[in-house]
């Protein structure tokens, strides 16, 4: 099936930047609250979502005004522990919960409330990963939240373990803390292998940051949504509805396909990848001559591409990745 000419990311509308995996002193990160969103409006940021380790928080009524907007929310755990001494974790799930729209906290079972803990699920020896995973996306649902699922190298997880769990919408592709920890922080890999199994998930880009000096772990990875205002309801609805892209760096001002031909509008890029699904060999990259940098890259489709996502990387290595596109729809 051809792609339908579309325009994602349209120049011209609102872009807000923000981080939605960030630790305080109400987990274990070293800033306090005001401390942390001090940092990252000074830093051009305009919402943050503080996603303490298995603890609800709600700071909006604290820090939101015209100009900077808090995500309530937290990050839930369930753990694979080697037997029941749990001195050795062998897998994990860790999943956020982020508030949801209107209509989604209106409609839910019963809300978190302010410093509500979430007890992690807990396993000894061996766990049906998909089951457990599909059942902690499930009680963050009910909650009113929308469902993330986190870091997948880092967490040691396999494939059968969470890709096909139903009830989250984003995968994090880009992890700044685990990139600086310990190299474990991409993850496209997993995207593209749900993508070419047909399932339709959304990446983000975060920091997961703790801020505790050992490395830098903060201001490195970021989502900029296209949205109509500023508040939590316009930009949780534009998460959902993949109005975004993520970054370490570059900019990505427009993409989409027309007459057959993808293109991509960005900042400065040494190189653009555009990423296919389907037969081997879909997609390709496009490299700029020496010594020069690409704002435009094109490539013509090949026919038969079921989706199709765009990499813009910088001369440093950084990378903006949009959001995939599909075949099938308009």
């Known amino acids: 099936m051809p792609f339908h000419d579309q325009v994602l990311l349209a120049p011209g509308s609102n872009r807000y930047k923000g981080n939605l995996h960030s630790h305080t002193t109400n987990s274990d990160g070293l800033l306090t609250p005001a401390e942390s969103v001090a940092a990252f409006r000074e830093r051009g940021y305009d919402f943050l979502c503080l996603s303490e380790h298995d603890l609800y928080t709600d700071l909006s009524g604290e820090f939101d005004d015209e100009g900077f907007v808090i995500l309530p929310g937290l990050e839930a755990s369930a753990y694979l522990y080697a037997d029941e001494t749990e001195t050795v974790r062998l897998r994990c799930h860790h999943m956020h919960g982020i508030l949801g729209t209107d209509e989604m906290v209106a409609a839910a079972e019963r809300r978190f409330s302010h410093l509500e803990r979430l007890e992690p699920l807990r396993f000894h020896g061996s766990w049906d990963g998909e089951a457990v ?152 990259t496009v490299i700029a001559p020496e010594g020069e940098l690409l704002e435009r890259a094109e490539f013509r489709l090949r026919g038969g591409e079921t989706y199709l996502r765009v990499e813009c990387v910088d001369a440093h290595g950084r990378t903006a990745w949009s959001n995939p596109a599909f075949a099938d729809e308009a």
Do not use: Q
């Open 133 to 284: 995973a599909e059942r902690l996306a499930a009680e963050l649902a009910a909650r009113g939240c929308a469902v993330t699922y986190n870091h997948p190298i880092w967490s040691r997880v396999e494939p059968d373990d969470f890709c096909g769990a139903k009830g989250y919408f984003a995968l994090e592709i880009f992890n700044y803390d685990t990139v600086n920890e310990s190299g474990t922080g991409y993850d496209v890999t997993y995207w593209d292998l749900m993508l070419r199994r047909g399932r339709r998930v959304l990446g983000f880009a975060s920091d997961d940051n703790h801020n505790e000096g050992l490395f830098d772990d903060a201001f490195g990875g970021w989502v900029t949504v296209c949205a109509p205002e500023l508040t939590r309801d316009a930009v949780v609805r534009a998460l959902l509805a993949g109005d975004f892209y993520s970054s370490s760096g570059p900019e990505i001002c427009g993409w989409g396909v027309r007459d057959g031909v993808a293109w991509v509008e960005c900042s400065p890029c040494e190189r653009v990848n555009f990423v296919a699904g389907g037969p081997v060999n879909a997609g390709g």
